[in-house]
């Protein structure tokens, strides 16, 4: 167990809807990172927050956005879902901004029919 | 963008035998690198990380080699288990990305009884 959680496990839903994924990062650490892995991919870098900022984005779609709250937990809004968002999305987690071991969550299952 | 590839994408192993993933990578600047294991339907687990400034950093039953030279990094797994079949991932982090990490596709490890 990281200690990073993640709700839902899975997550079911139509093409055009909206959903919310969240993440608790570990106890203490500042940063969280979104990732998406799709079939068959590699763990494709989304965006990540520091202590309520934004720090950097990777290769997130204008459809998707993310937050992340007073105590440090983060949400991943993702809109008008296509087929081609289905995908596992993982959170992780690190104390500090820079040169740190990304702690990773058991991910969410997303499946847009 | 950053370039972090696996040699094989496949490598089966009899139990108790040794096993060796590999990994290359593109950008020299990188200093900070990090194996992960995936099993199915979970979220990746840290096994071992090694900095620049090192070339080799045993763990459990897990030693990392790093060559700069050649940018090459490589997992060895010692008496390899039936528990660690999975994929594994490297990723690689450089100076001024802030703290993201660069993944590759990943090796599936599967372990023969």
């Known amino acids: 167990d990281s200690g990073v959680t993640q709700t839902p496990k899975h997550l079911i839903t139509a093409t055009g809807q909206r959903v919310t994924l969240r993440c608790s990062p570990r106890?203490?650490?500042?940063?969280v990172y979104w990732y998406q892995q799709s079939l068959d991919q590699g763990l494709q870098f989304l965006i990540q927050y520091y202590n309520g900022e934004e720090r950097a984005k990777g290769n997130i779609l204008e459809r998707f956005s993310a937050q992340q709250f007073p105590d440090l937990h983060s949400e991943l809004n993702l809109s008008s879902l296509e087929l081609g968002d289905s995908a596992l999305y993982f959170c992780?987690?690190?104390?500090?901004?820079?040169?740190?071991?990304?702690?990773f969550g058991p991910g969410t299952r997303l499946t847009v029919l | 963008g950053e370039s972090v590839g696996l040699h094989l994408p496949t490598l089966s192993v009899q139990e108790g035998d040794n096993s060796i993933i590999n990994c290359a990578y593109s950008?020299?600047?990188?200093?900070?690198f990090i194996w992960y294991k995936q099993e199915s339907g979970k979220g990746p687990q840290f096994i071992i990380d090694?900095?620049?400034?090192?070339d080799k950093r045993q763990g459990q039953r897990v030693t990392v080699l790093l060559n700069k030279t050649v940018k090459h990094l490589s997992l060895q797994i010692a008496a390899t288990q039936p528990g660690d079949s999975a994929v594994y991932f490297c990723a690689e982090n450089g100076p001024n990305t802030g703290n993201q990490f660069y993944f590759g596709t990943g090796t599936s490890l599967t372990v023969i009884p």
């Open positions: 090694i900095r620049s400034n090192m």
């Open positions: 992780a987690s690190s104390p500090i901004r820079t040169g740190a071991t990304q702690y």
């Open positions: 950008n020299s600047a990188s200093d900070y």
């Open positions: 106890s203490g650490d500042l940063s």
